[in-house]
């Protein structure tokens, strides 16, 4: 089974320090890419970072950049720097085949000034 | 902005009544999907298109169903609305390079049954 676990469902960080957001996941396939997707209170869904499993390097997006761990499965998100308007909803997702994605339950992250 | 609007945006309306959502892209893109958003679910798959008459189920595609006759638009229509079709439902387009597109999102709908 595809799944992909975020085990913090709240984080909180002051604002100029970094913050980590986990992910694992799991698939049987062995091409596969994973994304960042911020949601704001306006529910629009945004694209923050996209990684490609065949790439070691991990990705970077000015502030955010990931920690991908393929061998343990995981991709966590550092935030750099944090800025109010990074307050949002975060979502981990793993596309498989057939370009389906599947989401993580999501981490609510707030910045205090 | 990935050119995708859906309409409508709000909707109130009764158990066992027909619903259906719109879609529509500006851009040509081949592959479109439907979501639904529950608390502590993320984003579910309900059904995608990969093109004008081909559609296929998603992980949650029970009571659901879905048709695309211009490669603009796609719709997703609730037969015979239930309190459990209550959601955030949200359209996505994939961009990109065969193999490695990634998905946008629309704005989504908010869809309330009472």
């Known amino acids: ?113 | 902005d990935a050119g995708i609007t859906q309409s409508p945006r709000h909707k109130v309306t009764e158990t066992g009544t027909p619903v259906t959502l719109r879609c529509h892209q500006t851009e040509n893109h081949r592959y479109m999907y439907w979501y639904r958003q529950d608390p502590g679910h993320g984003l579910r798959l309900i059904h995608y298109s990969y093109g004008v008459k081909d559609t296929d189920k998603g992980e949650v595609s029970d009571g659901y169903s879905v048709s695309r006759s211009k490669t603009e638009d796609f719709l997703l229509t609730l037969e015979s609305a239930t309190s459990s079709q209550t959601s955030v439902y949200f359209c996505a387009i994939s961009r990109g390079q065969s193999g490695q597109e990634t998905q946008y999102f629309g704005p989504g709908t908010r869809l309330l049954v009472l």
């Open chain 1, 1 to 113: 089974a595809q799944t992909v676990t975020q085990s913090q469902p709240e984080m909180s960080v002051q604002e100029a320090e970094t913050v980590t957001l986990s992910c694992t996941y799991d698939t049987s396939e062995s091409d596969y890419y994973l994304f960042w997707y911020k949601q704001p209170p306006s529910r629009q869904m945004i694209l923050v970072i996209r990684q490609e499993a065949y790439k070691q390097q991990n990705a970077t997006e000015n502030r955010f950049s990931v920690n991908f761990q393929k061998a343990a499965k995981s991709f966590s998100l550092k935030i750099s720097d944090s800025q109010l308007g990074d307050a949002a909803m975060y979502f981990c997702a793993l596309r498989l085949g057939g370009g389906k994605l599947i989401f993580g339950q999501g981490t609510e992250l707030s910045v205090k000034p």
